[in-house]
């Protein structure tokens, strides 16, 4: 609680700034991308099933929100001296509901194989067929991926090499 919320209820939320990432994907599996080219990637983390190959890896943040809702009350009154020790005081007083919508930024480690996409990570991970991606929106930093009615945004190091993965892996 701060000074200004202690002496004046005035509420100001800390707004979450996205992590600083730095890409794992390889320069060598990056100018493959370049040149049209999928790469493949040996990763140990990720279990493959057979025939299943990995081209795409690289740390990722998926990108939410959530509503934080809090109250605030507003007070209104006067006092006025009736008499010498006798004041009198009238007031009411309400409270509003106020709704403040804040970025969430959960980190882990995106994959694309030839068959799934997977965000790996402590909490929100997903893995979805690649035959059911409908549709993908690029961004400069980010992606959207969409599965049927669900969308996921994810912050990505090096956006362009997932778009150009996908892409390829699409056609």
Same mark, same amino acid.
């Given at each position: ?10 509420? $100001?939320?800390?707004?979450?700034? #996205? #992590? ?86 959960? #980190?882990? !480690? ?26 993908? $929106?690029? !961004? ?10 669900? $969308? ?7 956006? #362009? ?11």
């Amino acid at each position: 609680m701060g000074l200004l919320e202690q002496l004046f209820g005035i509420y $100001t939320p800390q707004i979450p700034q #996205p #992590p600083s990432m730095t890409s794992v994907l390889p320069f060598a599996a990056q100018k493959s991308l370049q040149n049209g080219i999928l790469p493949v990637l040996n990763v140990s983390t990720l279990i493959m099933s057979q025939g299943e190959v990995c081209h795409y890896v690289d740390k990722a943040c998926l990108f939410t929100k959530k509503i934080e809702r809090h109250y605030r009350r507003v007070n209104r009154g006067s006092s006025f001296r009736v008499m010498k020790g006798w004041t009198y005081h009238t007031g009411n007083g309400e409270s509003h509901p106020v709704e403040i919508e804040l970025p969430v930024y959960t #980190p882990g !480690y995106l994959y694309f194989t030839n068959k799934r996409v997977v965000f790996v990570a402590k909490e929100k991970g997903f893995e979805k067929k690649l035959s059911s991606l409908t549709a993908v $929106t690029g !961004y400069s930093d980010a992606i959207g991926l969409q599965f049927s009615s669900k $969308t996921y945004s994810i912050l990505l190091p090096s956006a #362009p090499s997932a778009q150009r993965t996908l892409a390829l892996l699409k056609h």
